[in-house]
């Protein structure tokens, strides 16, 4: 039970995390030459003018669309505020959908205190909102953190609830990715809540062809749904804000051949390494490696799909407390290293005065071409697909089957030894 004492530290904390940002989100300006933001705002109008999205091209003729049609029913009225008051509007859902995520992380981490945990959950996001995926996200104008924060949310609900599967069919109808969390579902043997995401999914999509029949037919009928060639043309020149497993084979074997199997093997471990979390009952584990898993295998993951490293981080954390005790030590040191690889550092920003918040991926020779990166800086240029693959196998050994000690056999009376 965590005191309630924590409350009026966490807000403080909260506060003054907050207008901090604000005030280097002021000093560099909005960022609207990221083209996220600026592909939502366009994508809506031209649905609204009833034109074919996913032929065109937006922020001049640079980036497509690559959403499910669905989606595009959120981002038609999103459109019509502007591309600077969309970005504050989803900024503000960043920021709450953040404070949530911490809340819902430490209450599966087992912690209780109704104001002890509302503190704990705002001082974690005051840290949170500097780590690199989440400043992404803000940035950018994404919508990663809301996603997690309903797949968060799907599994915060106590087990055979109604709606439990719900928000992440609604998570998957939004971006695809999220539907890892099914097969999370599926071999954990909660087939019901499995078939509610699945029949949520469905729903919306249908409903996306009931909005827009021709572009959800092209989006669907056609395999576009699949294609990472729109996202990214060239995985070895993605640049080092895309980390997957995808990327790292490309930069340093030239192989597509190596990314499928390297991602097989990921695939599998990862969702037996969740698995066994789950046995356990670590369900905040188990959730964290499917997260990791799916970041991993994707062909594209850019650093704001990172917006998962909060749980993670939470994850980390509560297994470091229950590290046997000459472990204990090396084990608490564990999430500091994890904030340290994914922290915004400070560089130089927008306005030749302004000290940014960037990441470690950010420091680099050129960011959108590997071919300039040499020596150790190939190694931080994929800091986030490592660090992820270490954290599996941390996990594994985590979780791996524990000796227990064999007690002698109570003797016979009247044996002799």
């Not at 990472?228 to 192989?255: E, F, I, K, M, P």
């Not at 009952?281 to 295998?297: I, R, S």
Request: aromatic share 10%.
């Amino acid at each position: 039970m965590l005191p309630d004492w924590l409350l009026l530290p966490g807000v403080l904390a909260f506060a003054v995390s907050l207008g901090s940002w604000l005030q280097v989100a002021r000093l560099e300006g909005p960022q609207l030459d990221d083209p996220d933001i600026e592909v939502y705002v366009q994508a809506g109008a031209a649905f609204r003018h009833d034109a074919h999205v996913y032929d065109l091209a937006f922020t001049g003729g640079h980036w497509p669309f690559t959403y499910p049609p669905v989606t595009l029913l959120a981002f038609e009225p999103l459109s019509r505020l502007g591309s600077t008051h969309a970005l504050v509007a989803l900024n503000a859902l960043t920021v709450v959908s953040l404070v949530v995520v911490c809340l819902l992380s430490l209450r599966m981490a087992g912690l209780r205190g109704r104001a002890g945990l509302t503190g704990a959950a705002l001082a974690l996001a005051a840290g949170g909102l500097w780590l690199e995926p989440v400043q992404a996200n803000l940035n950018d104008g994404q919508i990663n953190m809301m996603l997690v924060l309903l797949v968060m949310a799907d599994f915060a609900l106590p087990d055979g609830h109604r709606l439990r599967g719900a928000a992440i069919g609604v998570a998957t109808a939004a971006k695809l990715v999220p539907g890892i969390f099914v097969v999370y579902l599926l071999i954990t043997r909660r087939y019901r809540d499995a078939a509610t995401a699945a029949g949520v999914f469905a729903g919306l999509t249908v409903l996306g062809f009931v909005a827009d029949w021709r572009d959800s037919a092209q989006y669907w009928f056609t395999g576009m749904f699949a294609s990472s060639g729109r996202v990214t043309q060239d995985a070895a020149l993605g640049g080092s804000l895309d980390q997957s497993l995808h990327t790292l084979a490309a930069r340093w074997t030239g192989s597509d051949g190596v990314y499928y199997a390297l991602a097989l093997v990921v695939a599998v471990a990862g969702f037996a390494i969740a698995r066994a979390a789950w046995a356990r009952g670590e369900e905040l584990t188990g959730v964290a490696c499917t997260a990791l898993t799916g970041l991993l295998v994707s062909p594209v993951s850019w650093t704001y799909h990172y917006a998962w490293i909060v749980p993670v981080l939470v994850a980390t954390a509560a297994v470091a407390a229950q590290a046997p005790p000459r472990l204990r030590w090396l084990a608490a040191g564990l999430p500091g290293v994890l904030v340290m690889a994914f922290l915004a550092w400070p560089m130089q920003g927008r306005g030749d005065h302004v000290a940014a918040p960037r990441g470690v991926l950010w420091h680099l020779p050129d960011i959108e071409d590997p071919t300039t990166w040499h020596g150790v800086q190939r190694v931080v240029g994929d800091t986030y697909t490592l660090v992820s693959l270490g954290l599996l196998v941390l996990a594994a050994l985590w979780l791996r089957p524990r000796k227990t000690a064999v007690e002698p056999a109570p003797q016979m009376a009247g044996s002799t030894v």
